[in-house]
């Protein structure tokens, strides 16, 4: 994202992470936030991304997509890792993607997630 304000709600959450801060609802609004900030980047994959991650957490109220997988898979046969538990990795791991758009694989780790979380 190129918002100096997402940067900085970007930062917080992951400082949130990193101090096992992790507060669902509070999360919920940070992406909303977020999902705000990102219409100006224009990148219809990022607002996807975070409108479905927050609609995960309401209805969750846990991040329970795994991390995607590396290898590539015939989408016929797709399988997502699904957790049982927070995955906070994940949810670390994805909220680090929105940091760098201009790297591909980030948008297409992006586009895994959203078909992970349409799974789900």
Known sequence: MKNKYALSLIEKIQKELLLDKFDCSSTIENLKKLREYSFDDQNPVLTKALRLAYEHLETNGAFLIGIPMDEPIDDSEKEFNFSETNDLESFEYFISLLLDL???????????????????
């Open 102 to 120: 201009e790297k591909k694989n980030n948008i297409l780790d992006l586009r895994e997630y959203n078909k992970a979380f349409l799974a789900f």
